[in-house]
Each structure stands twice: as C-alpha cells, then as structure tokens.
C-alpha cells in the first residue's frame, strides 16, 4: 500500500538552531512531494514541492527541502529556526500522472515543532 | 479572491441527522476536494473532483455524498451523521495538473452527539 511516514510526532528546536522534519514516502514511480504548514484553526498552506530536477527545492518563509530517491527521502529544513515556525508540519505525495492514484494526494500524519525562545 | 470558502466553521448535530458541508473556490480550479483531521491521523481524502459533473472516491468515502454541479462549488454530504464523524473537515482546490498545490479552506469543525 502507498503510504507517508512522519517518524516524529514532535520536533523541539531553539531558536536560531537549524530544524529538520523528516517524511520518507512508499509510493511508486516518481511521485510529486509537497510539504504544507498549519496554524491553530487554520487550514493547510503550500510550503514547497518537488516535481523534478535538483534535489534541493526551496520554498516560503525560508525553508527547504531535501529529495533523496534512493532513500525515498523528503526532509523539510530550515537553517535558523524562529518562533514563528512553531506550527503543525505535513508531507504530501501525490502518484504521479498516469497511475491509477495521481488525483489522490496522501499526507503524512503531521509533525509539530515547537521551537523555544 | 477570496480563496476558498468553507461554510459552516462550526457544527454540532446528533446521531441520525444530515447535513451538507459547503465548500466554494473563487480561483477557476478544476481540483476540488475533501478531507478529514483527526487527531494522530493527518488528513484522509474522503471524494475529489476532477471538473464539474466528474467526482470519485477517495480513501474514507463511507457515509459522505458529494456533486460537483459547477467549477465553484463542491458540497459534502452527511447522511446520516454518526459519532465516529466528528472531526475536522476541509475542502481543498487547485488547478489540474498534478504538480500544483492545494489551497485549503479553514475547515469546519463537526461534533456529532
């Protein structure tokens, strides 16, 4: 079955420290990787995607994303953290076009960071 | 543009009743569809839209009737709300191609007694 993992249901950083939140993925084929932030009541919003190309994406409000095909791999990061950040974090895929699941986006469970002043 | 618009933020109904979950988009998207958080769970895709008059099956359908009557709006209907549907609820579009993000509602909040 096609899944997502978010092996850390918590990511605490402090402030100005580099963060990483990890997603791995078992999809098939080459799919498309999203990473998506939510604020307390609030819906979900696009931080960056991987479609093709280099493996480092870049994204909003300074984070990053790395893909690594051999360890089916897209961990979100972020140099220096801000209190700010602190939010709800999800990894997406989406099958990629032409497999029977390409409208069908599965998330991860999320990850919470909490970065300390 | 208004983005798009979840009516209504919150609910709460008893066993055996129906409602609908409205869902509208201002932003011309093919892709329409809905989720549900729960807790631990992140988000299950219930039924998606392709374009209006085309909707199918997500991973959690059971118990949930949607239409796509127009480009804008993609209600979802409860049948007959049972406990274990209490959740939270959003509505995403975006535009066809596979590589495009969502942009998400801010979600309805159901409680069913």
């Known amino acids: 079955a096609q899944s997502v993992a978010q092996p850390e249901d918590q990511v605490n950083v402090a402030e100005g420290n580099p963060l990483t939140v990890k997603c791995t993925y078992s999809?098939?084929?080459?799919?498309?990787l999203f990473w998506y932030v939510q604020y307390p009541n609030r819906g979900l919003q696009f931080l960056l995607k991987y479609i093709t190309g280099d493996n480092l994406v870049k994204g909003s409000y300074g984070f990053e994303a790395e893909f690594n095909k051999s360890q089916t791999s897209f961990h979100l990061k972020k140099p220096s953290a801000l209190v700010s950040d602190s939010a709800l974090y999800f990894c997406a895929v989406r099958p990629p076009p032409g497999s029977s699941g390409t409208y069908k986006y599965i998330f991860g469970t999320g990850t919470r960071l909490k970065v300390l002043a | 543009n208004a983005g798009v618009t979840q009516t209504p933020k919150f609910q709460v109904l008893k066993t055996g009743q129906s409602m609908t979950l409205q869902c509208a988009q201002d932003m011309n998207h093919e892709y329409m569809s809905w989720y549900r958080q729960d807790p631990g769970m992140g988000l299950r895709l219930i039924h998606y839209s392709v374009g209006a008059g085309i909707t199918d099956q997500g991973e959690v359908p059971n118990g949930y009737n949607v239409s796509r009557s127009t480009t804008e709006d993609f209600p979802l209907r409860l049948l007959s709300a049972a406990p274990s549907q209490t959740s939270v609820y959003f509505c995403?579009?975006?535009?066809?191609?596979?590589?495009?993000?969502?942009?998400f509602g801010d979600g309805t909040r159901l409680s069913i007694l």
């Open positions: 995403a579009s975006s535009l066809q191609g596979s590589n495009q993000p969502q942009h």
């Open positions: 999809v098939s084929g080459n799919p498309y």
